[in-house]
């Protein structure tokens, strides 16, 4: 009932851009933010950035003044600007979406099958 379809992964040089989408499916279910984590080899996933249905966002320190996130809420999509890419950046991106079913209070989220982004030095 839940689907969440990620695209726009890809390899990119250092100082690229890539723009990923995510698609979200969600009958019976109400979205209270959606957002993009990451997680690289080795490492913890990490926010990279959310947005709440009023607009507000959140931004890792990391991504600041790189990255924006947007939505399109009739269409239930969340996209992420990826610009001046690092290779730091390097992980697979997982898109996230927060709410609650209908007559069911309890926050749950939902994630996407993740998209991989490579940045090469």
């Known amino acids: 009932q839940v689907q969440l379809v990620e695209s726009g992964g890809g390899l990119v040089q250092t100082g690229g851009s890539l723009r990923l989408s995510c698609a979200a499916s969600?009958?019976?279910?109400?979205?209270?933010?959606m957002g993009w984590y990451r997680q690289a080899p080795g490492n913890e996933r990490e926010l990279v950035a959310r947005m709440g249905n009023s607009g507000r966002t959140n931004y890792a320190d990391s991504v600041k003044g790189r990255f924006t996130i947007s939505r399109d809420n009739a269409k239930n999509t969340v996209y992420l600007q990826m610009n001046s890419l690092k290779p730091e950046d390097t992980a697979v991106y997982y898109c996230?979406?927060?709410?609650?079913?209908?007559?069911?209070?309890?926050?749950?989220?939902?994630w996407g099958q993740g998209t991989q982004v490579t940045v090469s030095s």
């Open positions: 969600t009958t019976g279910f109400s979205i209270i933010a």
């Open positions: 996230n979406a927060g709410g609650h079913y209908n007559n069911y209070d309890a926050t749950l989220d939902f």
